[in-house]
């Protein structure tokens, strides 16, 4: 729902950041947009209103060698400043646990692309963006435990990016 609720934050900038990196064994994503995802994080807010979303892996507290996919929202992004809004933290939400690694890609319409929001990318959307995780699935034997990855995989599309970033 965050994705497809994206939103260009102004003409020259459309403060949607993507990229992939390679890990030890799994690649490592990180994702920055602005979206009117509806997601009231305050009483005083309504649902419309702007909202900065990160999603990011993380160390799992609660185990050491474990990681986590986490949701960060800040309320009404107000400069094109990445440095002052990541000021105001907002809140964070941990989403799944077990996450091994995940992987970004960016549909411009001909082409997809392992990063978006430098260069040519920074003044649009994407046209969609695929979403792939790799899971711990722990296989009990009769001795000991394994971590078996398993991968899923979703595309989203990104209504509000039309030719030039935004809908006719």
């Given at each position: 729902?965050?994705?497809q609720?994206?939103?260009?934050f ?9 990229t ?12 920055s ?9 305050t ?11 990160e ?11 474990a990681r986590q996919?986490?949701r960060r929202?800040r309320f009404a992004?107000t ?6 809004n ?5 809140e964070t939400w ?5 996450v ?5 890609r960016?549909?411009d ?7 978006w929001g ?11 963006v695929?979403?792939?995780?790799y ?7 009769a001795?000991?435990q ?11 599309d990104l ?5 030039g970033g935004?809908?006719?």
């Amino acid at each position: 729902d965050d994705l497809q609720a994206s939103f260009p934050f102004a003409p020259d900038n459309s403060r949607f950041v993507g990229t992939t990196s390679r890990g030890q064994q799994f690649p490592e994503a990180f994702l920055s947009f602005v979206s009117l995802s509806g997601l009231s994080l305050t009483n005083g807010s309504h649902a419309g209103d702007g909202y900065e979303i990160e999603y990011e892996l993380v160390p799992d507290p609660r185990a050491a060698s474990a990681r986590q996919l986490v949701r960060r929202a800040r309320f009404a992004p107000t400069t094109l400043d990445s440095a002052t809004n990541r000021a105001n933290e907002g809140e964070t939400w941990p989403l799944l646990t077990g996450v091994q690694g995940w992987r970004l890609r960016f549909f411009d319409g001909r082409a997809w692309h392992d990063e978006w929001g430098k260069d040519q990318t920074s003044t649009k959307l994407p046209r969609a963006v695929e979403v792939e995780l790799y899971l711990v699935r722990k296989k009990v034997g009769a001795r000991h435990q394994e971590e078996d990855p398993v991968t899923f995989s979703t595309l989203v599309d990104l209504p509000l990016a039309g030719p030039g970033g935004r809908k006719p």
